[in-house]
């Protein structure tokens, strides 16, 4: 049998150098501190680390709007820092993903600033410029809404132009359908390659077109934009999102990630869309990008028939050789223990199903010591420029848009690692973080539960060891079947591989449940809250919130 490609086999834990670890006492995370925790992220069992951006940026939003491409920003640290965390991650077997951020530059970075000089400049067609409604700036060239519901049209009043951000007015769109903007980018993803990444995560990848002919979105009744959803804010994203030349462009990207064989590189795309229109960015046969992030199970509920669905509807639309992903929280979204009512049981289960069902599993850095949302940060108070923009709703309104998936002060869930219960949760030993730590912090860190048997980061520990060691759940076919229990209460499911068979069972109730295991042969039983194994025979009781998993070979005995 032809093993698949290391990264449908991969875990991936998401860094945010910012808030992850500060070795120089400034009160920012950097490279250096990364450095510094690889050996835990080792024995975590995670095998992938992805770092959010730490190119040179003035930081307006902290690394998303670079002003240079190949270099470093100095919070973060130097090229050299960069090139010895690359050399330190693949020393210790693992692989390194780089944040990429192709739709967009810094207001700040010398393409712009050149642009912005004249309608004469070379460089303006670099971006996209238009002429208003009206002289004089009066109105913007249409009626393009931004991913955040304003205009994305900004007025430059010395040309008399407007130019376009899908995102924050200081992070204007690049124009892909100038070739030197293209290649100028590709070159970029190249060079970054060639300096060892493994692996590319491409930030808003579905917004990289915009139609040719700037006609008006048409009018939708949707007020707010969703992960399956794009439209919002009262329009449909027609001319703005998911253009076919996006589509089209995510294979030709594809061709330049695969001229690096030694190893094989990948691509995951931020995109935003129903799940047929995701699978088209991977083209049928896989020939676009290696995946797409699948936001949809940010938003299920932690039940069996919710889970079942998600789970038919994702084996549906990424058939083999498509994967799929599965991902509960990141630097944008709510923390997952926020929708799990911050219970350890809840968050050990959901860790289970993510890391026994077929897809590649996306860890953001906490969720593993089951590190709750930051509900305390005042909105006033927030460093994020999208909370700066939203300062005028009332406060009543926060919660419900949270629970919506819809963070307007994205600092709740960037607050830093809690590594210990000392001064700054371990994160620093400066005098004030860049953000506060979590209040929680000194029950919730990694030293009090490294330990712990029983803690979620142990229960993480087993099943990221689990999935490393068995072909079956890192590397075969998935098939729903009969949970043996109330289905209701019960989700199970069955990896199929040439080695080797895994069922796993999944209680996702407050209840004890009865498990048939008579016509279930196996030989040995895991859980995600007894360690170590049992015989797989006969009956036995499911505890509430437990996952088993029986193997049929003998292999996971010890």
């Not at 205009?151 to 008399?160: A, K, L, R, T, V």
């Not at 890391?355 to 969720?367: A, D």
């Not at 949970?483 to 990896?495: E, K, S, T």
Request: proline share 9%.
């Amino acid at each position: 049998m032809i093993e698949s490609p290391w990264w449908k086999r991969t875990t991936v834990y998401q860094v945010y150098p910012r808030s992850f670890s500060d070795s120089n006492a400034d009160g920012i995370g950097d490279l250096p501190g990364v450095i510094e925790r690889l050996d835990y992220l080792r024995w975590l069992g995670v095998e992938t680390i992805w770092l959010s951006p730490f190119y040179r940026s003035p930081q307006t939003d902290f690394g998303y709007d670079i002003s240079d491409h190949f270099d470093i920003a100095p919070e973060y640290g130097n090229l050299a820092d960069c090139r010895r965390l690359i050399d330190e991650v693949h020393a210790r077997g693992m692989k390194i993903v780089l944040d990429m951020v192709l739709n967009h530059t810094s207001i700040e970075h010398p393409w712009f600033q050149e642009s912005r000089t004249g309608r004469s400049s070379p460089r303006r067609d670099f971006y996209l410029w238009r002429d208003g409604r009206r002289p004089g700036g009066a109105a913007p060239p249409n009626n393009w809404r931004s991913m955040l519901g304003a205009s994305g049209w900004h007025y430059d009043p010395p040309s008399d132009q407007w130019y376009w951000a899908s995102f924050l007015p200081f992070q204007p769109d690049l124009n892909y359908r100038n070739p030197a903007v293209k290649q100028a980018m590709l070159d970029v993803v190249r060079h970054w390659l060639r300096e060892g990444a493994d692996g590319l995560r491409l930030d808003i990848f579905n917004a990289i077109y915009k139609d040719a002919s700037f006609a008006n979105n048409p009018f939708s009744l949707r007020p707010l934009p969703s992960e399956h959803n794009p439209d919002g804010f009262f329009q449909q994203a027609r001319y703005t999102q998911n253009h076919p030349d996006t589509i089209a462009f995510a294979r030709e990207l594809r061709t330049v990630v695969d001229e690096f064989t030694d190893p094989p590189r990948f691509v995951v795309g931020e995109v935003f869309g129903h799940s047929d229109l995701l699978r088209e960015y991977c083209g049928a046969e896989g020939q676009g990008l290696n995946l797409v992030f699948l936001f949809k199970s940010l938003r299920t509920p932690l039940t069996a028939p919710a889970l079942r669905e998600l789970v038919q509807e994702f084996e549906r639309t990424f058939p083999e050789p498509l994967f799929p992903t599965y991902v509960f929280g990141n630097h944008d979204r709510p923390r997952g223990m926020d929708r799990l009512g911050n219970d350890p049981a809840r968050a050990r289960i959901l860790a289970a199903f993510q890391l026994t069902v077929r897809g590649v599993p996306f860890l953001y850095y906490g969720e593993e010591i089951g590190l709750g949302h930051h509900h305390g940060m005042p909105h006033e108070l927030a460093r994020d420029p999208i909370a700066a923009r939203y300062r005028f709703l009332p406060r009543w309104l926060l919660p419900s848009l949270r629970r919506r998936g819809i963070l307007v002060n994205r600092d709740e869930c960037r607050s830093p690692m809690p590594w210990d219960s000392g001064t700054h949760a371990g994160f620093s030993t400066g005098e004030t973080p860049w953000l506060p730590v979590h209040p929680d912090s000194p029950l919730i860190n990694v030293a009090a539960q490294r330990e712990d048997p029983g803690s979620v980061l142990s229960s993480y520990r087993r099943m990221l060891a689990l999935r490393r060691h068995s072909p079956a759940l890192s590397d075969g076919a998935l098939a729903i079947i009969e949970p043996l229990a109330d289905p209701r209460r019960v989700l199970a499911f069955a990896r199929l591989h040439p080695r080797e068979t895994a069922r796993v069972y999944l209680n996702l109730s407050d209840r004890e449940l009865p498990l048939d295991l008579r016509d279930a042969p196996g030989i040995r039983l895991h859980s995600n809250l007894h360690d170590p194994p049992e015989p797989a025979t006969g009956r036995r009781l499911l505890a509430p919130w437990e996952a088993v998993v029986i193997f049929d070979t003998a292999e996971f005995a010890s």
